[in-house]
């Protein structure tokens, strides 16, 4: 091996719209486009539909994490701190970790997002947990509280923080 010399190798991927691990919440739903495996834990790339009306998240915060949305479609309310704002399509959010952030879809049509974490931290095995607790009657509301924090996800307020379908 000539150690002077980059060993130059095409490994690009590339993910068609409808591509990518499919999980439904009733309406929402969650494709995982590019997953910590696919990129030696260095980041995740997700997309999320919410239906009109869908709670995202409540506010909570990652402390590993960096995390950024990227609104591609419908409108989505976006909490930062004490500071409540409306994403339109194109809109970029950049979340830095330790920073609380809350998202949902106020209006009424669906929502698409694309969320980027990076690190990727395993963060689908978060998505994966949260379709099996979702989708169990009742909802486990200690389950839900444990797969939060397992995958970097700490609430600010516990009370608050109840799941929800999406």
Do not use: C, W
Request: aromatic fraction near 10%; charged fraction near 25%; hydrophobic fraction near 35%.
């Amino acid at each position: 091996m000539d150690y002077l010399i980059d060993q130059l190798k095409n490994k690009a991927r590339f993910i068609r719209p409808d591509e990518g691990e499919h999980l439904a919440f009733g309406n929402s739903s969650v494709r995982l486009k590019l997953t910590s495996q696919d990129t030696n834990d260095q980041l995740g790339i997700y997309q999320i539909k919410l239906e009109a009306g869908a709670v995202g998240a409540q506010l909570h915060y990652h402390r590993f994490m960096d995390e950024v949305f990227i609104v591609n479609q419908g409108i989505v309310s976006i909490q930062t701190g004490e500071q409540f704002s409306q994403a339109l399509p194109g809109t970029i959010v950049y979340i830095p970790r330790f920073t609380p952030h809350a998202f949902r879809n106020n209006h009424d049509e669906e929502a698409i997002i694309t969320l980027i974490f990076t690190p990727a931290e395993q963060r689908e095995g978060f998505f994966r947990g949260l379709h099996q607790i979702l989708n169990t009657e009742p909802i486990d509301s200690e389950a839900f509280l444990r797969l939060y924090n397992k995958y970097d996800s700490f609430p600010v307020e516990v009370e608050e923080n109840e799941p929800r379908r999406l």
